[in-house]
């Protein structure tokens, strides 16, 4: 009788192990689905972010090179339009910056 008791709480012991274990198996699996999906979602919006700021950059490098380009013909036309008065200022500009060094 007694060998009967602890052979029943043997089997009772390993279905218990058995079903803990299968529980642990189904947190793990849980568990490294939810990071699958968080690194995928993740990686989404950065890539989402990444090609909005390159966008964002990209038109701004553009702005910048178009009001370069705009200032220096502005610039040629006004050297072109007064030459001497451009040279005076010229000259006048490395006078005082030749003072201050």
């Avoid at 052979?7 to 990071?35: G, K, W």
């Amino acid at each position: 009788m007694a060998s009967r008791t602890i052979e029943d709480d043997l089997t009772r012991l390993r279905e218990e192990f058995e079903d803990l274990r299968s529980r642990l198996q189904d947190r793990s699996d849980d568990v490294r689905d939810t990071a699958s999906r968080s690194l995928r979602d993740g990686a989404k919006e950065f890539r989402k972010n990444y090609g909005e700021a390159r966008d964002t950059v990209g038109q701004a490098l553009s702005d910048v090179t178009k009001q370069s380009r705009d200032g220096l013909a502005t610039l040629e036309h006004r050297v072109e339009e007064r030459p001497l008065t451009s040279l005076l200022v010229a000259f006048g500009i490395g006078l005082v910056v030749g003072r201050l060094l």
